[in-house]
Nanobody, 122 residues
């Protein structure tokens, strides 16, 4: 079994910063891409940032130059540094990872974290 556990969410004032962390654990053979998604009330889940196993990154236009995604492969962990936060960044943030498991005949699948709430007040 594979688990993704997020941490670092909370309440922050506009202009402030937060750093989210997501650690993968369990029967992992390898991890390809890892990313962060978010979902605000009444809206669809959207991609915020993604990072490949080789370190290539991609960001939503709304967060470019404010957010930075990174990963530590030795720790199976992905981070999202969020600076200059705006009220419109308020959402539940979900970690996502493309993982090949040691179980189920090396099955490759997408895994999701439980979500962490980020609230930015004005």
């Amino acid at each position: 079994q594979v688990q993704l556990v997020e941490s670092g969410g909370g309440l922050v004032q506009a202009g402030g910063s937060l750093r989210l962390s997501c650690a993968a654990s369990g029967s992992i053979f390898s991890i390809d891409a890892m990313g962060w998604y978010r979902q605000a009330p009444g809206k669809q889940r959207e991609l915020v940032a993604v990072i490949t196993s080789g370190g290539r990154t991609n960001y939503a236009d709304s967060v470019k130059d404010r957010f930075t995604i990174s990963r530590d492969n030795a720790k199976n962990t992905v981070y999202l540094q969020m600076n200059s936060l705006k009220p419109e960044d308020t959402a539940v943030y979900y970690c996502n990872a493309d993982i090949t498991s040691l179980r189920l005949s090396y099955m490759r699948s997408q895994y999701w974290g439980q979500g962490t709430q980020v609230t930015v007040s004005s």
